[in-house]
C-alpha cells in the first residue's frame, strides 16, 4: 500500500530553490540549447564513427530521438549560436514549434529584437498571426476560382494576380483620404454618366457594382481583394457620393494602417480576403512581406514610432 507523506515544508524551502518558476523553465531552456550546440558543432567538427564514440564517452543516453530534437533546434538557430540567452525565454516546446515548416519564416523576425526585449508573449503572438494567415489561405484555396457577384451570379476567375507595386494598399488610402480630402472628378464625365445601371462587363464594371451595392466591409474587402489589378479603374467610376459611401464602411484598422503609411512607418499593405489579418510592407524592409492580425497592429505600430524616433534622434 502507498502511503502520501505530507510535506510540512513548501517545495521551495524543502529544495532550497528560487521561488519563482518563470526563473527554472528559462534556465533549462538555456542549458538545453548548450546540449543542442555543442551536439551541432561535435556534428560537424568528427566524423560519424567520431561522433559516436564520443557521445559514448560523455555518457549520452537520452536516446536518438532526443539528439535528433536538439540537433533539429540547433540548426534552424544557428544565428543565435553566438547568444542563446536570447532565446532562454522560449519554453522548447516552443523553439520546436518555431522549427516546423509552417513557422520557420518568422525565425528571421526574432533576430532583429534587441538581446533583452524578446518575451515569450510576443513570439506566441506571431505563432498566432502565422496561424491565422495560413487558416486564410488554406480558406481561399478551398473556395476555388469560382466568385459571386452581389446578384448571386457566378463568374470564374483564373487565380490570384500578384502585384510589385502592392495597389491594394494604394486604393484603400484613397478611400481614406476622400473623408479629408476633396477628390477632382476624373476628366469631363459626369458623374451621373457612372452610376449607369446596366449589367456589368468588365472586371472593372464588375468591382465597381460591387462597391455601389456593398452593405459593409466585408462586401468591400471581397470585392478589392478579388480584383487587384481594375481597382483604380473601378475607383473612378464611381461618384462622389459612392465613394463617400464606401468610406463610411472602413474599420478602424484599415484606418489605422492608411494612417500609418501617411507618416512613413509602412510603404503599404493589404488585407487578405477573409478579414483581420494584413500583409505589411515596412519603411525598414519594403521588400520583406510581415503578416500580422487585427489584435497586435496596435503593438506593431508603437514599435514602429520608437524605432523610426529613435532612427531620427
Known sequence: MTVLTIATESYEKQHQINSNPTVHIEQSTLEYLHTAFLLYEYKQTHSKREYRALLSEY??????AEEKRSLKIAEYFQAFIGCPQHLAVLPISVLLRLCSQNY?????????????????????ELIDERRLFLKSQNREEKEGNWRATPDGSRYYT?????????????LTEKLIDIEDEEIEVVGNIPAEALVINQTPITDAEIL?????????????????????????????????LERKSVCQMLQEPIKKLSHAKREGLIVNFCEVESGGVYKI?????????????????DRLLEELRV???????
Open 59 to 64: 555518457g549520452w543516453d537520452k536516446g536518438s
Open 104 to 124: 520557420k519564416v518568422l525565425i528571421e523576425e526574432l533576430q532583429d529584437i534587441p538581446i533583452g526585449r524578446l518575451t515569450c508573449r510576443h513570439v506566441l
Open 158 to 170: 483564373f487565380g490570384k494576380i500578384m502585384e510589385d507595386d502592392h495597389q491594394t494598399g494604394v
Open 208 to 240: 465597381a457594382d460591387i462597391l455601389r451595392q456593398a452593405s459593409d466591409y466585408t462586401d468591400v474587402r471581397r470585392g478589392l481583394y478579388q480584383y487587384q489589378p481594375v481597382k483604380e479603374e473601378a475607383w473612378k467610376m464611381l461618384s462622389d
Open 281 to 297: 510592407f515596412t519603411a525598414d524592409c519594403p521588400l520583406i512581406e510581415r503578416t500580422i492580425s487585427t489584435h497586435s497592429l
Open 307 to 313: 524605432r523610426q524616433n529613435c532612427e531620427c534622434n
